[in-house]
């Protein structure tokens, strides 16, 4: 519904309703942010990977047959986070816009000590069954 002037008069909410006071906790990690000198396209790439982190924590959990009681809230803070991301995204200058990080890549996975040992052990194994001095009963 739009009046003679154009402007839209349809109820719009009130998107500060529930944004309260930061309360101590809050005000702590803000001030930790600010001492970092953390800046909005580190703070998304740091979400993005938190959120395919956990994805990735549950179905482990889910693979090995231990689900996590609190997998339905893990997976509500991060459908949150994604909205807060995208949303906020709208509101930034082009610019900084334009500096992003991709945000439809997935972190690189890390490394694991053990599939390292695990290799070593093999590629060990490998070279002594080519190797003469190891062979058994061959004279």
Do not use: C, F
Not at 35 to 49: D, E, F, R, S
Not at 97 to 125: C, F, G, I
């Amino acid at each position: 519904m739009t009046d003679d002037d154009g402007e839209d008069l349809s109820p719009q909410p009130d998107m500060l309703r529930y944004v309260e006071k930061p309360d101590d906790l809050l005000t702590y990690y803000l001030s930790q942010a600010r001492a970092a000198g953390m800046v909005y396209t580190a703070v998304v790439k740091q979400l993005i990977g938190r959120i395919y982190r956990d994805h990735d924590y549950i179905k482990r959990k889910e693979i090995e047959g231990k689900p996590l009681g609190y997998a339905d809230v893990l997976r509500e803070d991060m459908a949150a986070m994604a909205w807060l991301l995208t949303a906020a995204k709208k509101h930034l200058p082009e610019d900084l816009r334009r500096t992003l990080p991709p945000v439809n890549l997935p972190p690189r996975p890390r490394k694991s000590r053990k599939q390292t040992r695990e290799a070593l052990r093999e590629r060990e194994e490998r070279r002594k069954s080519r190797d003469v001095r190891y062979q058994e009963g061959k004279d």
